[in-house]
């Protein structure tokens, strides 16, 4: 059963911020989010693991809470450049492969 | 350059006419994956292979096959394509199990029109 993500649009305005949330109905041991332009493939981001991490990647950082079963993406001080659709995708520990959600579309205008 | 690649990258094909999407990686990565990706639906998994001969069904595996005879590549095979296989398509690769520290590396994307 596939994650769900929300909001599932954004639009800021270029310096604001965003919070993208995913949710699973199923236990996690990780979660996968990925950046993705128009067309293109999906561009990694960072990988949260069991245990209830927390990671930071410039500007952007993510939070996993595996009791809840729900991670969330943080970006702060939003560029341009973050436009895309954002994806998560989550790994039950089970066979291989990564169950995504349907993705948040994220518009920055100047 | 690790990379994984796919060809084609655009294929127009008519209803009933075998195809093959080629994938593959030089990063010596054992598990590999097929996913397609449709509007407002994001990216389903078709099929993964966690080693050479050893392959298994993803979410939407129907009217799809795969092989795992190399290590290096994980063909896409649709026997007899339908209209409703028109889609995006991505092959990716992993050195180790998702639920650890490991990244799915994405090839560049093959879009399937089918006629």
């Known amino acids: 059963q596939q994650p769900v993500q929300s909001p599932q649009a954004v639009i800021l305005r270029e310096g604001e911020d965003a919070v993208i949330n995913c949710s699973s109905s199923?236990?996690?041991?990780?979660v996968h989010w990925y950046r993705q332009k128009h067309g293109e493939a999906p561009v990694f981001l960072m990988i949260?693991?069991?245990?209830?991490e927390q990671k930071g990647h410039e500007k952007i950082s993510a939070s996993f809470n595996e009791k809840k079963q729900q991670s969330s993406l943080y970006l702060t001080a939003s560029q341009l450049s973050y436009s895309g659709t954002y994806f998560c995708g989550t790994s039950g520990g089970g066979a291989d492969g990564l169950t995504f959600g349907k993705g948040t579309h994220l518009i920055i205008q100047p | 350059e690790a990379q994984v690649t796919q060809n084609p990258r655009y294929l127009i094909t008519v209803t009933g006419k075998k195809l093959t999407v080629t994938c593959s990686q030089n990063?010596?990565?054992?598990?590999m994956s097929w996913y397609r990706q449709d509007p407002g639906l994001g990216l389903r998994q078709i099929y993964y292979?966690?080693?050479?001969?050893?392959?298994d069904k993803g979410d939407v595996p129907e009217g799809y096959k795969v092989s795992r005879k190399e290590k290096r590549n994980f063909p896409l095979i649709l026997e007899s394509p339908s209209p409703n296989q028109t889609s995006l398509y991505f092959c990716?690769?992993?050195?180790?199990?998702?639920?650890?520290?490991?990244?799915?590396?994405f090839g560049p994307g093959t879009r399937l029109t089918v006629l």
């Open positions: 199923k236990a996690l041991y990780s």
């Open positions: 990716a690769s992993n050195g180790g199990r998702l639920t650890r520290d490991n990244e799915q590396f």
């Open positions: 990063m010596n990565h054992e598990y």
């Open positions: 292979s966690m080693n050479v001969e050893v392959t």
């Open positions: 949260l693991l069991k245990g209830g």
